[in-house]
């Protein structure tokens, strides 16, 4: 157990829809580091943010947000969902921001659009 | 940019038969180079971490080094829970760049 905790684990929603996907780092964490893993491109970063703050944007569509509260838990929104997005999406949490210390990776939530 | 090229893609080992997963980049001033585990449908868990050529880290039947080039998993008397995808990852701006991943399969 990484101490990553994502829910929910599965969802199944339809085409247009949106949802948000939430991610609890583990204790004593500030950073934590969205990832996308769909069978042909492997694991993308989309976002991270620092204690609260955006600090650094990947491969994020704009139909895609995120945000981190004051308790450091974290939202990732999705809208006007495609067929395309249907993939794992991942969670990380690393205690600094500088990528150069070990992320943890939470189970993940599995996205399937319809 | 920042590259990760991991090789091979797909590797079939007997238990017991000892082999080695390479991670070669490139990168402009390394600032570490991670290694995960990854089984199907979960999220990867973290191995190892190595900063400077040279260096060497072992856990279990798993050890990684580092050169200024590449890492190397080698991987002694495999056992079939040892079958996963392993990934290394370098630092690339505030994120890590994963490869695609090396996909073992252990058998008995």
């Known amino acids: 157990d990484s101490g990553v905790t994502q829910t929910p684990k599965h969802l199944i929603t339809a085409t247009g829809q949106r949802v948000t996907l939430r991610c609890s780092p583990r204790?004593?964490?500030?950073?934590v580091y969205w990832y996308q893993q769909s069978l042909d491109q492997g694991l993308q970063f989309l976002i991270q943010?620092?204690?609260?703050?955006?600090?650094a944007k990947g491969n994020i569509l704009e139909r895609f947000s995120a945000q981190q509260f004051p308790d450091l838990h974290s939202e990732l929104n999705l809208s006007s969902l495609e067929l395309g997005d249907s993939a794992l999406y991942f969670c990380?949490?690393?205690?600094?921001?500088?990528?150069?210390?070990?992320?943890?990776f939470g189970q993940g939530t599995r996205l399937t659009v319809v | 940019e920042d590259q990760v090229t991991q090789s091979p893609e797909a590797l079939r080992l007997q238990e017991g038969e000892s082999s080695s997963l390479n991670c070669s980049y490139t990168?402009?001033?390394?600032?570490?180079l991670f290694w995960y585990r990854q089984d199907p449908g979960k999220g990867p868990e973290f191995l190892f971490t190595?900063?400077?050529a040279g260096e060497e880290k072992e856990k279990e039947r798993l050890k990684a080094t580092l050169t200024k080039k590449e890492s190397f998993l080698h991987i002694t008397a495999p056992k079939p829970e040892d079958s996963a995808t392993y990934l290394c990852?370098?630092?690339?701006?505030?994120?890590?760049?994963f490869g695609k991943g090396t996909s073992l399969l252990v058998t008995p």
């Open positions: 990380a949490s690393s205690v600094q921001a500088g990528g150069n210390t070990e992320a943890f």
């Open positions: 943010y620092y204690n609260g703050e955006e600090r």
């Open positions: 990168v402009s001033g390394l600032r570490g």
């Open positions: 990852a370098v630092p690339s701006g505030y994120a890590l760049n």
């Open positions: 204790s004593g964490d500030l950073s």
């Open positions: 190595l900063y400077s």
